[in-house]
């Protein structure tokens, strides 16, 4: 899969711009705050369906204008194709792929396919929970629309039983009968939930076990331990299996939730332990070592992505070698030769003695090819 070309209208600080990319590195540079994790943002939005900046619609689109439109042109298969992107100051976002309008963001999800990597990936061994699990979701989603289709399903079952939870004591009748309802359709999604990951931790830590070993030249290993609701309750890898099981606890958990008001039970609260050659992470793993980590992982993403769909993905990386030292830079820009890579820096000499296809110099919303 490549990136051929990008055109951002209104986008954060950029007012026009049409980026052309090489097949191989494409660099942005210049100081910070000028725009170049704008366009990373950006293309990701094709990829990811929203921002990795936790941004909101609106905050995109430039101050002042009444629409932001994003295209993108890529290869995939042999085949071009086109996506576009609009966002209108209702709030109300426009999706297009090869000019066709797709309604639903499941349907959009997955035609383009890119690795993000950012400085908030380097620290996803001492991250929340809720960061590890959206980053497993984000790169699932990407060749499984099914899942990203359960995923959104699940968020909207969820509150609507954490509402009935906290409703309980005003309204106690009927309670039962719709929390059953409920409680049927979350341990449906979450049985498949829970399949998928366990599936996917297991292939995406077989690369990055691999990854790890070659860059400490064999001398540290990488393992995990997949947390669940139901994790005590044996294997992870049958949907159907892990649907009785959910349905089982949820029943058993039944008071307890009437009590505190929220859903204790799904896949809302999976978490996954990383595990330095048998050893807790968190705890025993220095900071290079977890940056050694989140490197394995991101690559890793990138060879399963690969796996799964053929070929590899477009990788975005945003401002992350100033975060490395230079063996683990320069063990990235070697793992990533070959590849359609779009990077920004604020120095132009991390590049020095790299294959590189275009520098792209980027000052206030302006870029100039160098």
């Given at each position: ?20 990319f ?14 170049k ?36 042109e ?23 792929l ?14 383009f ?7 908030a ?13 959206a ?9 499984l629309?099914?899942y ?41 999604d ?12 297991k ?8 990854l ?21 309750l ?14 089982s ?8 939730e ?8 799904g ?9 330095l ?22 690559l ?5 992505s690969k ?12 401002d992350?070698?100033s ?11 070697s ?35 160098v």
């Open positions: 899969m490549k990136l051929l070309s990008a055109t951002f209208d209104n986008f954060r600080n950029i007012k026009h711009f049409s980026f052309e090489d097949e191989r590195m494409n660099i942005l540079f210049g100081k910070n705050a000028q725009g994790t704008n366009v990373i943002e950006g293309i990701y939005l094709f990829a990811g369906g929203k921002s990795f900046r936790r941004a909101k619609d609106s905050d995109m689109r430039m101050f002042g204008s009444e629409f932001t439109m994003l295209s993108a890529y290869s995939s298969g042999g085949r071009d194709c086109k996506m576009a992107l609009r966002y209108r100051d209702t709030n109300r976002r426009d999706m297009y090869n000019g066709a309008r797709v309604p639903k963001l499941a349907d959009f999800i997955g035609n396919r890119a690795v993000l990597f950012c400085p990936h380097l620290s996803i061994v001492q991250a929340e929970p809720s960061v590890r699990r980053f497993i979701d984000g790169a699932i989603s990407q060749f629309p099914m990203l289709e359960t995923i959104i399903e699940y968020q909207k079952v969820l509150e609507q039983r954490n509402a009935l939870l906290r409703s309980y004591e005003n309204n106690p009748e009927g309670f039962d009968l719709l929390y059953d309802v409920l409680s049927e359709k979350l341990a449906k979450c049985g498949y939930i829970t399949a998928v990951r366990a599936e996917y931790l292939k995406l830590f077989g690369f990055a076990n691999d790890l070993s070659d860059m400490s030249d064999g001398g540290e290993t990488l393992s995990y331990e997949y947390n669940t609701s139901i994790s005590a044996g294997g992870l890898s049958d949907a159907k299996e892990n649907e009785k099981a959910y349905l606890l949820i029943d058993k958990y039944r008071e307890k009437k009590i505190v008001g929220t859903s204790l039970i896949a809302h609260r999976d978490d996954f332990e990383i595990f050659s048998s050893r807790a992470a968190k705890t025993f793993a220095s900071q290079g070592q977890q940056r050694s980590i989140a490197l394995a992982l991101k890793a993403e990138g060879e399963l796996l799964e769909c053929g070929e590899y993905p477009v990788f975005l990386l945003d992350v070698l975060e490395l030292d230079r063996d683990r830079k320069n063990y990235v820009l793992r990533l030769s070959g590849r359609q890579v779009i990077i920004t820096s604020c120095d132009e000499n991390d590049f020095k003695g790299i294959d590189c296809g275009k520098k792209i110099y980027v000052e206030n919303g302006a870029y100039t090819y």
